[in-house]
DNA sequence: ACCTGAACACCGTTCAAGT
DNA sequence: ACCTGAACACCGTTCAAGT
């Protein structure tokens, strides 16, 4: 709700960091970017970086909802596509995200902000899987563990090198499971 | 191969190392665990560490294998147990090394080493899921994917917070599709 | 309200020196 | 061969001071 040049310009500084600490953190990874380079990306002093955000943990956060922003009008463009071919989508979207995924992991012990994020971030997931499995005979249940393994084998997928092969194969499968009526 | 007074106090000195690593790493963290820690706890000064390793990511491994060993010597004690009784078995006996298995995940873009370790990890886990798929009648490529999602999904239970309820569902349900012969 | 220079405590790691 | 004290470069973060 930027009210006057003051606001704009202040919302304006924010997205400059924002954007450089959500390329910075996706090409070299959590841990191997440090404040001092996302300060010198946004043509700030480091420390005017803890004027916006708490800490470092509280950074990556706003850099995790940038990317799922992102990701968000991404699937609303393909959601006529066969189901292997959007859960294929969805992997290559995450693919250049896919540190991030083990670093969310991680820092899940060290940070409640992160662990807050983890927990909507996963609600949402659930939601999209929960809305394909609709009218499939699924009782609530059922639909919530399949959204669940779902998103199991999609991090497995981000989280662990395979080969060219084994990704398609593994979404196949996958799809053809969640097509699958109930008994 | 200890073969006289010098090598042993050699490996007294190292096991006393990579106990007080793994103890560490596994109640704080990897990151949480600082070399003057486990230095501290093994009554070593923090340099003489790299005199036995090579660096942090090298201490991990030594303290992951020890972990490893352990889990092998479990599971051969459980080998007559229903299927998703093993599993429910293997997760507790990860769980409390749970936050290694992110740990491991987000160093592998960053040590070789871990990247090494992990491999191996991964295919020593595929052949014992796959020896547990033996003679059910799958063709070798598809018990070679039924081993990749068994393992994805405990690596999701290991990394994601749950409930007491999805827990065992979730388990009793890959334990079905394990079982299940092919069609 | 916003930004900075300087400093703080801590980190993994190295090196020269000891035994 | 094994171990150490001292130092190095870097890290996230804080604080007092500026506008």
């Known amino acids: 709700m930027a009210k ?4 704009i310009d202040r919302q304006l500084k924010q997205t400059e960091i924002e954007e450089a600490a959500a390329e910075l953190f996706v090409e070299y990874g959590y841990e ?3 404040m001092a380079m996302i300060a010198a990306h946004a043509d700030v002093a480091p420390n005017t970086l803890y004027w916006y955000y708490k800490n470092k943990d509280e950074m ?4 995790l909802n940038r990317l799922v ?5 991404n699937i609303a463009t393909i959601q006529d596509q066969p189901l292997d071919q959007q859960l294929l989508t969805v992997i290559e ?4 995200a896919s540190k991030l995924v083990a670093t969310v992991h ?7 902000s992160i662990r807050d994020w983890h927990k909507q ?8 899987f929960i809305e394909k499995l609709n009218s499939r005979g699924l009782s609530a249940t059922q639909a919530k563990m399949m959204a669940t393994v779902g998103t199991f084998i999609i991090e497995g997928l981000l989280s662990n090198p395979h080969t060219k092969q084994q990704r ?16």
Chains 1, 2 share one sequence.
Do not use: Y
């Open 4 to 7: 006057n040049k003051r606001d």
């Open 32 to 34: 191997a970017t440090s």
């Open 60 to 63: 990556l956060v706003a850099a």
């Open 69 to 73: 922003a992102e990701f968000l009008t």
């Open 93 to 96: 979207h995450f693919e250049e």
């Open 106 to 112: 991680a820092r899940l012990t060290q940070s409640a």
């Open 121 to 128: 971030f996963h609600l949402m997931l659930d939601a999209v």
């Open 168 to 183: 398609p194969s593994v979404l196949a499968w996958l799809a053809d499971l969640l097509s699958a009526k109930a008994p």
